[in-house]
């Protein structure tokens, strides 16, 4: 199995999304390697219309399925929520469960409480999950922001810029900002943030 991080590559390499230095990054790895041309093997027969090779295809689709399709990002929502990594694992469970999830604060915007560890009281912790297109509406930080990534993406409506999943994006106390879920798969992100204050 690859490193955790260089398993966050995996798919944006395979999908030829990832820039040069990633690619190098999982092609220096053998372990990684490996799996890369594994992925890039049964996405090739997919795209040509054939019937993938049926290892390749039963080993990409058991990752892709449930809740493993998160599985190598669980380490890093532990560490991010303070949870040990059975908890995280248990919580990601939970995503695909529409009654995990509370009305947010915009159609479309779905929020998940977290009971974070020790070292994250006091601060908002939360899963959030966005329907492609949703917009997240604009906020200021009350504090240090912290967002993971899990599953689709979403575009920042100030800076342009887009996060995919494995992502974590940083933003600073007092930053003020509106985001917008990208077409395809409904963005699912893990944040951890202080009291949101209206601009």
Not at 11 to 26: H, I, L, M, P
Not at 108 to 129: D, I, S
Not at 171 to 199: I, N
Request: hydrophobic letters at 45%; a negative charge; charged letters at 25%.
């Amino acid at each position: 199995m690859a490193a955790p991080d260089l398993d966050d590559l995996l798919n944006d390499c395979a999908f030829g999304t990832a820039s040069a230095e990633e690619r190098a990054r999982v092609m220096a790895d053998d372990a990684a390697a490996k799996r890369l041309a594994e992925l890039e093997a049964a996405l090739g027969v997919i795209s040509m219309g054939l019937s993938a090779p049926p290892r390749s295809w039963s080993r990409l689709e058991a990752s892709l399925a449930g809740a493993h399709r998160f599985e190598h990002l669980v380490p890093r929502l532990a560490l991010l929520f303070d949870l040990s990594e059975p908890q995280a694992r248990a919580l990601l469970g939970r995503v695909d469960d529409d009654a995990a999830w509370l009305e947010g604060p915009a159609d479309g915007v779905l929020l998940m409480p977290v009971e974070a560890g020790p070292r994250r009281q006091g601060l908002v912790t939360t899963l959030l999950k966005l329907a492609p297109g949703a917009k997240f509406p604009l906020h200021t930080h009350g504090a240090h922001e912290e967002v993971l990534v899990l599953e689709g993406g979403y575009r920042d409506d100030q800076s342009g810029v887009e996060m995919w999943r494995g992502r974590l994006d940083e933003r600073d106390e007092g930053t003020t900002h509106s985001f917008t879920a990208l077409e395809g798969l409904a963005c699912v992100c893990a944040s951890v943030t202080g009291l949101a204050e209206a601009p």
